[in-house]
């Protein structure tokens, strides 16, 4: 009989549609049956993989739960669990949405709560399970803001399956789409995670760990992996895994319909198309546009990759390459009492922070010569200054872009391991990271030291010298920093609350109004 291997999830989800995605065992028929019809897609395959994806349309009405039949067989939900629910997403606009980033999936004994801490979002889902379907806490959407998996720094039980499996190079990381399955039923197969995912919409977007660290820093970067004898295999089953369990779910009913590899899997293209898309996607970013846009009534959410459609030419670095820019401006100029955009890392640093990436980027790009260009783009790549400063020409174009709108633009981040609010006249910044990965006392001392001692005392010095002239904005941070393992709630239009996981139960962090 075939059986679940991860999910149900359930995905998108509108006033009237929701999709349920399933990886199943064996090639079989997925049903999804509520109290008013049932719901049927066939699997597809990839790399002896089985998905499907199951799309509920035409619904009126919340679902009050719903099973997951395979080949007639239900198998979902599991004996004692609570029901999964369906919260249709109001035609106004969303009440609420959760969100974070960089979450590990470490085991939750003791010895790891140690080193990682409690996993928050796994409290989340427990204190959901407790709790009524009509509870303010149930939110509308989940947003996962990248570094869902470690593709580069596995956990102990991801090395095990690894050291079994094969004896090659990458030592200690992902090699390829079967050790991607792997990870990603590893991460979303925990009891609570799993009743959680199936009865809350998530949307996605990758950051540099679900690839490898430092992913498209640099031109230079890209030069040193594509020598890599492995990294080939790597970056295409990394960009294939992402299509197929976190990208797929990000589209509507009719735009998977609509999707080229989405129709040529369904018709038995299988491994190939799914590699050969996933290859040409890092070879040319502009043949595929993984960012995408959704209007929630008051709310225009806009979700940026800021990843694979880097331009990295050395003198004219951008954080969008001009396809992608004219998308992301035409998506801004639509109507919106509100744009929320998520970014997988953080727009507005400490002012700082910013003018030492600015500083970097100059000196990379030779403004104090070659030898200088050389150690600079090391440290570039030994201190993560890939964010939006490190991308000036796009960091001034994006603020200039938001001031122009006129109406409020909140920026939902993660990435920095710590959490905190800056503020830059209609535009709101609001970082939450990590889920489960914080840095240690040593290391958060350390950027309270440099983020907001060293490097604010320094950085406008290192910019003028550079002769890098003052950014288009001014702004500040204004709460924070807070570097506790944390999920988010954003309230419309309210403000928003971190919470934190204590002994397993869910405290609050801080709350600001917007």
Known sequence: MPALVIGPMLRYVDESSASVWVEVDTPCEVTVATPAGRYGAATFTVHDHHYAVVDLTGLSDDVPGYTVLLDAEPVWPLDGAPPSRIRLIPEQGP???????CRTSVPHDAAHVRTHGEDVLRAFGRSLADSDADD????????L???QVYADNPSPDMLAYISERRRGEPQGEIADYEEYAELYRQAWTDPDIRWLFSTVPTSMIFDDHDLRDDWNTSQ????????TPWWKRRVIAGLGAYWVYQHLGNLSPAERAADPLMRALLKGAGSEA??????????????????????LGHTRLIMIDTRCARSLTPGDRRMLDPGEWDWLAEQVAKPAQRLVIGSSIPFLLPEGVHAVQNWNEALCDGAWGKQVARWSEAFRQAFDLEHWAAFRRSFDALARLLLDTGVPVVILSGDVHFSYVARSRNITQVVCSP???PLSRVLRLANVFTQFGVATAIGGTLARAARIPRPPIRWRVTHGPWFQNALATLTFPAGVTWHESTEGELRPIATVRL
């Open 274 to 295: 799914l590699d050969a898309f996933a290859e040409l996607a890092d070879a040319e970013p502009d043949s595929n546009r993984w960012s995408y846009a959704r209007d």
């Open 435 to 437: 889920i489960r990965n």
């Open 220 to 227: 230079t970067w890209r030069e040193k992996m594509a020598a």
């Open 136 to 143: 303010s806490r149930w939110p509308d959407l989940l947003l």
């Open 95 to 101: 009440r609420n949405l959760v969100f974070g980033s």
């Open 145 to 147: 803001l990248g570094d």
